[in-house]
């Protein structure tokens, strides 16, 4: 059984979903978190729903064994095609990170254009269209897919040459569009915020739902009478599916702080 004092259980295909534990730790900072990175299998991105899905259970399942009292898919690719799937097969409250970010891209444009970039499971699900023009069916809404920044942020390249010439080549068409406003849909991309800034310029808005998703969490936690009072440390655990060495680099940079514990693991797969 899980209680107010039980950790948050977070997952993603790698480090990408360490950005919504990053605002995590900024909103509850009283809050325990266990953190798994699929690194084995990443990237999610190009696999079909149903392999994303089969994943997402695996996942979902390795964490709920570990009491958690909330589960977060920090993972835009996982959120888009399983969701609703993971909320009604486990029993704790669901958290994915499309609505925050959707809801964030709809507060903060002003022209009404709007682009999103995403990996390719998350444009063709067509999920950020669907929850933007939800709330705001006047936007008009330009997504485009940008499968190779996934593995250049595994590789730790966030502020390259490299990367730059590659986000030049993605975003000039959306950039022609004339969009004010441009969703980071999946957690990997806002470790590129600088190449991406520069690329997009000074008149277009960088969305990621990481803060929005943050507070979220905590309206959830509040509202099931789930937040955790107490004033003691928390504990931060990590779970990689491969080698470790990787995610600790980029991650520790990314965190700017020490990651303690962190173990590689293996997922029981369905038989
Ligand atoms: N960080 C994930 C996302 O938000 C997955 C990227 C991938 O594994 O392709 O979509």
Same mark, same amino acid.
């Given at each position: 059984?899980?209680?107010?004092?039980?950790?948050?259980?977070?997952?993603?295909?790698?480090?990408?979903?360490?950005?919504?534990?990053?605002?995590?730790?900024?909103?509850?900072?009283?809050?325990?978190?266990?953190?798994?990175?699929?690194?084995?299998?990443?990237?999610?991105?190009?696999?079909?729903?149903?392999?994303? /899905?089969?994943? &997402?259970?695996?996942? $979902? %399942?390795?964490?709920? *064994?570990?009491?958690?009292? @909330?589960? #977060?898919?920090?993972?835009?690719?996982?959120?888009?095609?399983?969701?609703?799937?993971?909320?009604?097969?486990?029993?704790?409250?669901?958290?994915?990170?499309?609505?925050?970010?959707?809801?964030?891209?709809?507060?903060?444009?002003?022209?009404?254009?709007?682009?999103?970039?995403?990996?390719?499971? /998350?444009?063709? &699900?067509?999920?950020? $269209? %669907?929850?933007?023009? *939800?709330?705001?069916?006047? @936007?008009? #809404?330009?997504?485009?897919?940008?499968?190779?920044?996934?593995?250049?942020?595994?590789?730790?390249?966030?502020?390259?040459?490299?990367?730059?010439?590659?986000?030049?080549?993605?975003?000039?068409?959306?950039?022609?569009?004339?969009?004010?406003?441009?969703?980071?849909?999946?957690?990997?991309?806002?470790?590129?915020?600088?190449?991406?800034?520069?690329?997009?310029?000074?008149?277009?808005?960088?969305?990621?739902?990481?803060?929005?998703?943050?507070?979220?969490?905590?309206?959830?936690?509040?509202?099931?009478?789930?937040?955790?009072?107490?004033?003691?440390?928390?504990?931060?655990?990590?779970?990689?599916?491969?080698?470790?060495?990787?995610?600790?680099?980029?991650?520790?940079?990314?965190?700017?702080?020490?990651?303690?514990?962190?173990?590689?693991?293996?997922?029981?797969?369905?038989?």
């Amino acid at each position: 059984m899980s209680s107010s004092t039980s950790p948050i259980g977070i997952f993603d295909s790698g480090i990408g979903g360490l950005t919504v534990l990053k605002e995590i730790y900024g909103e509850l900072p009283q809050e325990h978190t266990i953190y798994l990175g699929d690194t084995a299998r990443v990237p999610y991105g190009i696999r079909s729903p149903e392999t994303v /899905t089969r994943y &997402s259970f695996e996942n $979902t %399942r390795f964490l709920s *064994a570990k009491q958690i009292k @909330i589960l #977060v898919i920090a993972c835009n690719t996982a959120s888009s095609v399983s969701l609703e799937a993971l909320r009604t097969n486990f029993p704790v409250p669901v958290i994915g990170v499309i609505e925050p970010g959707a809801k964030a891209a709809a507060d903060a444009t002003r022209n009404r254009k709007v682009g999103v970039i995403g990996t390719e499971a /998350t444009v063709r &699900s067509n999920s950020y $269209t %669907r929850a933007i023009r *939800a709330l705001d069916s006047a @936007i008009e #809404v330009f997504s485009i897919p940008c499968p190779l920044f996934v593995p250049i942020v595994e590789e730790g390249w966030t502020d390259d040459v490299i990367t730059e010439m590659v986000a030049e080549r993605y975003l000039s068409s959306v950039r022609e569009k004339g969009i004010d406003t441009l969703v980071l849909g999946c957690t990997h991309y806002p470790l590129l915020k600088p190449v991406l800034s520069r690329v997009m310029g000074d008149g277009v808005r960088l969305i990621d739902s990481a803060i929005e998703t943050a507070r979220e969490i905590r309206g959830t936690l509040e509202s099931l009478s789930l937040l955790n009072r107490s004033t003691g440390h928390a504990n931060h655990e990590f779970y990689v599916t491969d080698a470790p060495q990787k995610f600790l680099s980029v991650g520790e940079r990314f965190l700017g702080r020490k990651i303690e514990h962190i173990e590689k693991t293996k997922l029981e797969m369905e038989v």
